[in-house]
């Protein structure tokens, strides 16, 4: 159980172009889900958290308009990284919050976004 | 100001050569501690969660402790197949925080047959 399915694993793009990374909970309802980036050979850092029907809540220093997240359903979460630039490539991971507090994360498998 | 520190950065080990992983942490109410464990190029693999100080979980060669300023995972009999990097990360009480994990930087391990 406790599955979270992350498309596309892998995405070129052109700079100035927009991509989607969709993230879905397989076999639960997440009413949360956290966006995050990594660096190479750095850790994660937390972008936003999604919560399902509302507006997400982003981390200081990131930008909305860039980055833009949508929770319209309790299994899936969309990121839209708007105008990519090359300073945008970077690994994207989502996580879906389950439990009874819902506080323990299970992560998707990250989307390497490569902006040319 | 929330830190997360994770000791040592990288650890290269014998297999079969038991050792300790260190995670410690200041935080202003702690709500749960976690470790992950994340294979290149993919994400993050739930492995425990601990709650109070005194805790310890197991699984497979894999055994977590909690204390009030740290935690420690202990790889016991290590294959090559448990390299990979460890990342702790802790939740805090903090009502603006909910559910948000802060992540040290990780640890990364490799055995060597």
């Known amino acids: 159980g406790a599955v979270v399915s992350q498309h596309p694993s892998w995405v070129i793009c052109k700079s100035g172009t927009s991509v989607k990374i969709e993230c879905r909970s397989l076999?639960?309802?997440?009413?949360?889900m956290f966006w995050y980036r990594q660096f190479p050979k750095q850790s994660l850092m937390l972008m936003a958290t999604s919560n399902e029907g509302s507006k997400a809540t982003y981390e200081q220093g990131v930008e909305k308009d860039k980055f833009l997240i949508n929770h319209a359903s309790l299994t899936l979460s969309t990121l839209t990284v708007t105008s990519a630039h090359p300073e945008d490539s970077s690994f994207y991971i989502c996580?879906?919050?389950?439990?009874?507090?819902?506080?323990?994360?299970?992560f998707g498998a990250g989307t390497r976004l490569s902006v040319l | 100001e929330d830190q997360v520190t994770q000791s040592p950065e990288a650890l290269r080990l014998q297999e079969g050569e038991s050792s300790s992983l260190n995670c410690s942490y200041t935080v202003s109410g702690l709500r749960g501690l976690f470790w992950y464990r994340q294979d290149p190029g993919k994400g993050p693999e739930f492995l425990f969660t601990l709650y109070s100080a005194g805790e310890e979980k197991e699984k497979e060669r894999l055994k977590a402790t909690l204390t009030k300023k740290e935690s420690f995972l202990h790889i016991t009999a290590p294959k090559p197949e448990d390299s990979a990097t460890y990342l702790c990360?802790?939740?805090?009480?903090?009502?603006?925080?909910?559910?948000?994990?802060?992540f040290g930087a990780g640890t990364q391990v490799v055995v060597t047959p």
């Open positions: 990360a802790v939740q805090t009480i903090l009502t603006d925080s909910w559910g948000k994990l802060q």
């Open positions: 996580s879906a919050a389950i439990g009874q507090t819902k506080n323990i994360q299970y």
């Open positions: 076999d639960f309802q997440a009413t949360t």
